[in-house]
């Protein structure tokens, strides 16, 4: 398995333009989630979904920030307009929740968002 | 509430030295417990867990850990560090009961010098 894919792996759009930040999570996979890490405020969990359900969005800091699970191998995360205090690293992870690796996240290698 | 701590920012250690990287949680009921690495430039790498049993959890690249449930502590160790160790290290929980949502602690870079 390739791992969880993230694309793209850089971003850097200015303000008020739309971004959006696409993930793969491993196949058979039954939970995904999306995380925000800055130096500031260092990793948070934005939202997470449990087959392609979203279970919990308490760390989506603003309804400029929406993310979608249409299908079990693909989900976005959108920010509309962005602002440049959006800027960090942004991760996706999924995650089995049964078997020996129960509990695990494996993580995505990040995308970079840069908003001028 | 439910939390996790990583008293140390930085930890700095020669290679061929043991190493320890500090967490303690905050919890009710049991937990599950969690150690990854972060890398430059990539994602966080799962290192080892504890859910039950043994209080000495080994992972991956020779860490180990030890749960101590009387000190709410997880700390991460290895034997004898190697420069490639250098990386930052979360600690993370989760609450049995909880669906499978974990909390990172802020991290701790961990620093070898050759």
């Known amino acids: 398995d390739a791992g969880v894919i993230q694309s793209p792996r850089h971003e850097v759009t200015e303000m008020g333009q739309e971004v959006t930040l696409r993930c793969k999570p491993i196949s058979g996979h039954d939970y995904l989630f999306w995380y925000r890490q800055t130096m500031m405020r260092g990793l948070e969990l934005l939202i997470y979904?449990?087959?392609?359900?979203?279970?919990?969005d308490s760390g989506m800091p603003e309804d400029r920030f929406s993310a979608k699970m249409p299908n079990a191998s693909f989900s976005t995360l959108k920010i509309q307009p962005s602002e440049p205090r959006d800027s960090a690293v942004y991760f996706c992870a999924s995650s089995l929740a049964r078997g020996s690796s129960y509990n695990e996240q494996f993580f995505g290698p990040g995308t970079r968002l840069t908003v001028l | 509430a439910q939390s996790v701590a990583q008293p140390e920012d930085q930890v700095n250690v020669a290679e061929g030295n043991p190493l320890t990287v500090k967490c303690t949680y905050s919890v009710s009921g049991n937990p599950y417990l969690f150690w990854y690495v972060q890398y430059p430039n990539r994602g966080l790498q799962f290192l080892l867990k504890?859910?039950?049993?043994?209080?000495l959890v080994k992972g991956s690249y020779g860490f180990e850990a030890e749960f101590n449930k009387s000190q709410t502590s997880f700390h991460l160790k290895k034997p004898s560090a190697l420069v490639s160790d250098s990386a930052l290290y979360f600690c993370a929980v989760r609450l049995y009961s909880s669906a499978s949502k974990i909390i990172f602690g802020s991290g701790t870079r961990l620093s070898i010098r050759p």
């Open positions: 504890y859910i039950t049993g043994d209080n």
């Open positions: 979904f449990n087959n392609n359900v979203p279970i919990d």
